[in-house]
Every structure is written in C-alpha cells, then in structure tokens.
C-alpha cells in the first residue's frame, strides 16, 4: 500500500526566498504531522493537524512557518523569506489517531544558500 | 521541562555482540513509547512500541524493548548484532504530542 510521500526530495533555494513543501499521507489518517529534522538530531516537532485544523502548532519557530491541509488529506508546509538556519530535513508523518504510531515519509531536504 | 534522553551519541560493536540502548524520559502521567530505526538513505521506520500491557516488547528483527515505568525508561536490546543492524535508533514518547530523543547511531562492524 502507499505510504506517507513528499514532494520536493529536494530544494534549494537562496536566503530570503519563499518555498512550499508538500505532504501526502496515508489514506484514511486523519493525524498528520510536520517535524524538522537537523544533522544529528532527532525529529523536532513542527505542527500537528487533526483533519483540516492545525489542532497543535506550538512547534513552529517563528511567523515564517505556516502550515496548511485544506481538505483533510494533503498538506503543505510554507516557509517565508528562508534564512540558511531553516536548512534541515522536513518530515511529514500521518496516524490513525494522536497517539497511535506515526508513519513518516522520505523528507524534503531544504537548503538555504 | 519534558524531554527525551538517549545517553548514547554513537555505539560502535563487532557483530554478534548484545546491544542495549537507553531512553529516558520526563514526562509524567500515561505515555505511548517507540523505537524508530532509520537506515542509511531511508526514511523513519517503527521498530516497536509500547502502550500498555507486558512492558517488554518485542519489535522487528529481533529488537526488544522494556518499560521500567519506577526508572522512567525504555531501553532498546537485541542480543546478537548483525552488519544490517547499522542504523540510527531514535526513542519516542507521545503524551500528548511526540517527541524524540536525540538519537544513537549504531556501527556493526563485519
């Protein structure tokens, strides 16, 4: 079956730019999550979305980052006037519920130049 | 401030030895507790995990893991390592969201 998948794989992009990441979970998960990921670290928690809401942002850095998952299935991660510390991994994982196991997709490495 | 400890950055073994890794955390009430495994070039994958019931686990490939509620840990083993086993291993907590440790990243050497 399909897993979680994320588009770009890649993305380079130049300090100050704006960029969009994108998500596709699991059919029928109605959890999905955004995390960020940096060399030698774990996954840090960006933002959670029960169905279309952003039921938890309390991860997102600063004003910059901006989540959206308009119809409940697809979501998209946007990050306004890059700097070169955004540069990381951006994992998108999606469940059945909150507290049931995440299944996480390839990520999208970002890199601010 | 709760968080997620794994005490070791880097294990290196020759195959065949045991592994233990450690997880701490410092949350308190109920918890949902994994091990994820992320090999070279892959994505995150779920190793095992713990909601309730016998507090050792057994996961994927031989890994195990036990639930000392009193230590507030959940420590990952497999008794005979293999080449493959070469991975990063990240222990996480969900209380109400989920957070990660840090990570170890483990070397078998052939």
Known sequence: GAGVSQTPSNKVTEKGKYVELRCDPISGHTALYWYRQSLGQGPEFLIYFQGTGAADDSGLPNDRFFAVRPEGSVSTLKIQRTERGDSAVYLCASSSDRRETQYFGPGTRLLVL | ?110
Request: proline residues 4%; contains cysteine; aromatic residues 14%.
């Open chain 2, 1 to 110: 401030a709760q968080s997620v400890s794994q005490h070791n950055h880097h294990v290196i073994l020759s195959e065949a030895a045991s592994l233990e890794l450690g997880c701490n955390y410092s949350y308190g009430g109920t918890v949902n507790l994994f091990w994820y495994v992320q090999y070279p070039g892959q994505h995150l994958q779920l190793l095992l995990k713990y909601f309730s019931g016998d507090p050792l686990v057994k996961g994927i490939k031989g890994f195990e893991a036990e639930f000392i509620k009193s230590k507030f840990s959940f420590n990952l083993r497999k008794p005979s390592v293999q080449w493959s086993d070469t991975a990063e291993y990240f222990c996480a907590v969900v209380n109400n969201d989920m957070r990660f440790g840090a990570g170890t990243r483990l070397t078998v050497k052939p």
